[in-house]
Nanobody
Framework: QVQLVESGGGLVQAGGSLRLSCVAS????????LGWFRQAPGKEREFVAAIIWSGARIEYGDSVKGRFTVSRDNAKNTVYLQMNSLQSEDTAVYYC??????????????????WGQGTQVTVSS
């Protein structure tokens, strides 16, 4: 079975950058759509970014457009989230998620059937 493990979170000052990685173990990575979501205390889970199996379609949440970039390296079974110009509002636990190609709306959590355990990102002013 495929498992997802996020890394790269930490404490960063406002205006700084972080790159998150999500490494998948198991088979079938190249056929998966991949998404990033985040959840801050007291808030619902929020869509951040997604990339389909071929990389030809990429989606971003409105709050991160122009600042975050999602990419994938199928040879390494890894999806990345490059986060620039970080703001205090970006503080959250960030989750990597995977779903089958063609499974639905990439911007909503039910599309994804497999989730990592999350990595904490904290942005200080």
């Amino acid at each position: 079975q495929v498992q997802l493990v996020e890394s790269g979170g930490g404490l960063v000052q406002a205006g700084g950058s972080l790159r998150l990685s999500c490494v998948a173990s198991g088979r079938g990575f190249s056929s998966l759509n991949l998404g990033w979501f985040r959840q801050a205390p007291g808030k619902e889970r929020e869509f951040v970014a997604a990339i389909i199996w071929s990389g030809a379609r990429i989606e971003y949440g409105d709050s991160v457009k122009g600042r975050f970039t999602v990419s994938r390296d199928n040879a390494k079974n890894t999806v990345y989230l490059q986060m620039n110009s970080l703001q205090s509002e970006d503080t959250a636990v960030y989750y990597c998620a995977a779903g089958l190609a063609g499974s639905g709306n990439l911007k909503v959590a039910p599309t994804y059937r497999l989730w990592g355990q999350g990595t904490q990102v904290t942005v200080s002013s």
